[in-house]
């Protein structure tokens, strides 16, 4: 059995009693552990117990650092939806998004309801409601009123939420993703990333061009592996009878296939004319 001097791997060692501790295991000049029958204890053995030691204290500041951070922020939104990472299928397990605001910073999070148990669903009951929440770069933690702290994943796939800030916090990470990954060798190196439908991919690349006459937008489409995905088809103005400039841009974070919003906050109309081979089967009909 080791014969531990007072205060060593104790309850309470700070910052500073860890660093002295390092100390007196690294210099045997200053302070020795003895082995009985057997003299000091190896070097070797010393770092192995102060690594010990350590692990054992970190954990327990490291949660009431995180317990003081709860802070409160509004639930914003909160919506279930059917991931589909699971196929989009009937009988896949939902999923529950939740968006909230803290100042002037909106944080996703999302939960897995696995058995249809709905478990998320108290929680849900709190759109519109102040909450204390904590998070990190993987989890949200969520304070309710009777004290109980519910754990999300942080981030979320789920793109419909209704305010422009949830959006933005959830394809954020979907578009800075895409760019860490290499990119295929078919897609052009001017083409952009945006959000897929939300149906079957995450996100697509763009290539989007104003026609010579200024009528249309023809946006070129590539899915994630390279294949080319055809063209989606826009009028050159926005929902509101505005025309599109020709030196326009699209706002990446707010925009997906079927939507382009422009960074002035416009949204453009989507051409819903027949073609044939990119070619208009009525070539007289008006954009619409």
Same mark, same amino acid.
């Given at each position: ?23 007196? #295991? ?66 896949? /397990? ?28 108290? #929680? ?28 999300? /994943? $942080?981030?979320? /796939? ?113 051409? $819903? ?16």
């Amino acid at each position: 059995m080791l014969l531990f001097q007072p205060g060593i791997c104790g309850r309470g060692m700070g910052s500073s009693n860890v660093k002295s501790m390092k100390q007196s #295991l690294l210099s045997s000049r200053f302070q020795r552990f003895f082995v009985p029958g057997r003299g000091p204890a190896p070097r070797s053995f010393l770092l192995i117990l102060f690594a010990v030691c350590a692990g054992l204290s970190l954990p327990l500041f490291s949660f009431a650092r995180e317990a003081r951070s709860f802070a409160p922020a509004t639930m914003v939104e909160a919506a279930d939806y059917i991931p589909c990472d699971n196929g989009c299928s009937a009988n896949a /397990e939902p999923a529950s998004a939740f968006c909230f605001k803290q100042g002037e910073e909106f944080v996703v999070g999302e939960g897995r309801s696995y058995l249809h148990e709905n478990k998320f669903s108290p #929680l849900e009951e709190l759109a519109g409601k102040q909450v204390q929440i904590r998070y990190s770069n993987r989890y949200v933690w969520v304070k309710q009123a009777d004290g109980t702290v519910v754990k999300l /994943e $942080h981030n979320s /796939e789920y793109q419909n939420f209704r305010d422009a800030g949830c959006v933005r916090e959830v394809r954020k990470p979907i578009i800075e993703g895409a760019y860490l990954r290499k990119r295929p060798a078919r897609v052009p190196q001017y083409a952009f990333v945006l959000a897929g439908s939300g149906k079957d991919d995450l996100y697509l690349w763009f290539q989007c061009d104003l026609s010579a006459d200024k009528s249309v937008i023809a946006c070129q489409r590539w899915f994630r592996n390279g294949d080319y995905y055809g063209k989606d088809w826009y009028c050159a103005r926005t929902l509101d009878g505005a025309p599109v400039a020709a030196d326009f841009e699209i706002d990446p974070l707010l925009s997906q296939e079927g939507k382009l919003v422009l960074k002035s906050g416009g949204v453009v109309q989507r051409d $819903h004319r027949a073609r044939t081979d990119d070619v208009l089967d009525r070539p007289k009909e008006a954009c619409r």
